[in-house]
């Protein structure tokens, strides 16, 4: 995408997937705050997007009210769920593969997303249709990566002891 903006001289717009699996997760929420009693007594609850890192881990970030609240993470699913202690809709492909954990950690503060890994597309298409009319111009080349875990040929090679 980035040599086709530069091509064409158009400004590119970033959007991450969590962004947009927060987003998708919000806009349910009013659905997931007449599910449980927890969620009627707080109010709109905060979103956990969860995508499956493997190695038991799973890349996170929680958003409230369509901000970020805590960045993008790599790290245990049991670790990330001791710092929740409000009602939270979880979504991305990991949640089915927690789905107990995250059940028998929370309880009644969770509510997983029906489907769990929506498709993504249209909503990084409204968010970056509302980002430009906003009058976002970003140049091709400021957009980056998000690496959250180093590369694996990175942590094999500081995994071998040193000679």
Sequence with gaps: MQGLAFAAGKPLIGVSGFDALAHIASRNAVKASRQTEAFRQTGPPGVATWVDAWRGDVF????????????????????????????????????????????????????????????????VAQIATRTGRAGAQPAPDDIRPLYIRRPDAELARDARPVP
Excluded: C
């Excluded at 970020?68 to 009602?87: G, M, N, S, Y």
């Excluded at 939270?88 to 059940?103: E, K, M, S």
């Design 60 to 123: 996170a970030a929680r958003y409230q009210h369509d901000v970020q609240i805590d960045p993008p993470t790599v790290e245990k699913p049991a670790a990330l769920l001791a710092h929740i202690a409000e009602p939270t809709v979880f979504i991305g492909d990991a949640v089915p593969v927690y789905a107990d954990l995250i059940r028998r950690t929370l309880g009644e503060l969770a509510v997983l997303s029906d489907p769990p890994a929506p498709a993504l597309a249209a909503t």
